[in-house]
Nanobody, 124 residues
Framework: EVQLVESGGGLVQAGGSLRLSCTAS????????VGWFRQAPGKEREGVACISRPDGTTYYADSVMGRFTVSSDNAKNTVYLQMNSLKPEDTAVYYCALPVSYVAGTIMASDDYWGQGTQVTVSS
């Protein structure tokens, strides 16, 4: 059984940082494109960052470019999302998912595997 488990969310003041983790069981991350998505109340789900395979190229939404960094540790089968300079508009539930693709400037996910989500709240 494949499972994705996110952790690392929480409450932080604007300008602060958080690091989210997504650990997989039942498969190996390095064979799949992995992405981070978020959804705020009343808004559509947004792809914010992804690592493509096999070359490991990273992509980011314009809204987080320069502030968020996605990385992976294959030995730990974990993908991270380092979030710096957080803004109140970054408040959302964050999910990891795979497989993902980057098409025409958009991070897209299939419905194959999703984590349960982790809440990120940024106060002003």
């Amino acid at each position: 059984e494949v499972q994705l488990v996110e952790s690392g969310g929480g409450l932080v003041q604007a300008g602060g940082s958080l690091r989210l983790s997504c650990t997989a069981s039942g498969l190996f991350f390095d064979a799949y494109g992995v992405g981070w998505f978020r959804q705020a109340p009343g808004k559509e789900r947004e792809g914010v960052a992804c690592i493509s395979r096999p070359d490991g190229t990273t992509y980011y939404a314009d809204s987080v470019m320069g502030r968020f960094t996605v990385s992976s540790d294959n030995a730990k089968n974990t993908v991270y999302l380092q979030m710096n300079s957080l803004k109140p508009e970054d408040t959302a539930v964050y999910y990891c998912a795979l497989p993902v693709s980057y098409v025409a400037g958009t991070i897209m996910a299939s419905d194959d595997y999703w984590g349960q989500g982790t809440q990120v709240t940024v106060s002003s």
